[in-house]
């Protein structure tokens, strides 16, 4: 969806290296979601913000960073990269409480070696 | 070191074939449950819902049934195409919670 992106599309990096990986959208939605996916996986909760304010984690936070600079942007950041955190990461917003429906954006495709 | 994925479950059907997806949940406190459909190389899109208080919802070619006593959900698509070949997610949250994801399903669609 394009009014979801994410940037880089791809990323390899070494062990111990910091990544940030960034999220903009133009849906004017509140909240907004981090998500890494594995081969074989469903969808795995990292960070979510329902505002500008608010940051929580999700179920799989260790490891993980984030930052929500505006509305429109919400940053994920890996302090110090580790093999294990090799995935698919995926940016989503949805809108008001409780939505079923998010809005994804393509996907950052990262390799740690 | 190295994960090892999981495989997932397959779906092969022939164009034109009806498709019938399944999903297994476990938290009777769910009160949505959600699919979404993932194409190669891109992020999940929203196909349909259904609430706990319902136990089927159509929309346009797929329907969506809801068994609470077996905690099961799934997912019929009519005149299955060439175009429905994807990943399909099913998802479940509580009132207000956040969604929680499955592990999905492939759906091959044959010419």
């Known amino acids: 969806d394009a009014d979801v992106t994410q940037t880089p599309r791809n990323r390899i990096t070494k062990t111990g290296k910091r990544i940030m990986l960034e999220c903009s959208q133009t849906?004017?939605?509140?909240?907004m979601y981090w998500y890494r996916q594995d081969p074989g996986l469903g969808l795995r909760l990292i960070y979510y913000?329902?505002?500008?304010?608010?940051?929580n984690k999700g179920e799989i936070s260790d490891g993980y960073s984030v930052s929500r600079q505006a509305q429109a942007k919400f940053s994920l950041s890996l302090e110090s990269a580790i093999p294990n955190q090799t995935a698919l990461y995926f940016c989503?917003?949805?809108?008001?409480?409780?939505?079923?429906?998010?809005?994804f954006g393509p996907g950052t495709r990262l390799t740690v070696l | 070191g190295e994960s090892v994925g999981l495989h997932l479950p397959t779906l092969s059907v022939q164009e034109g074939d009806n498709s019938i997806i399944n999903c297994a949940y476990s938290?009777?406190?769910?009160?949505?449950f959600i699919w979404y459909k993932q194409e190669s190389g891109k992020g999940p899109q929203f196909i349909i819902d259904?609430?706990?208080?319902?136990d089927k919802r159509q929309g346009q070619r797929v329907t969506v049934l809801l068994n609470k006593t077996v905690k099961h959900l799934s997912l019929q698509i009519a005149a299955t195409q060439p175009g429905d070949s994807a990943v399909y997610f099913c998802?479940?949250?509580?009132?207000?919670?956040?969604?929680?994801f499955g592990q999905g399903t492939i759906l091959t669609v044959h010419p």
């Open positions: 989503a917003t949805s809108v008001g409480q409780g939505a079923n429906e998010q809005f």
């Open positions: 849906k004017g939605h509140d909240r």
């Open positions: 913000s329902f505002d500008v304010k608010d940051i």
């Open positions: 938290n009777s406190a769910s009160d949505y």
């Open positions: 259904i609430r706990s208080n319902m």
């Open positions: 998802a479940e949250r509580p009132s207000y919670g956040k969604l929680t």
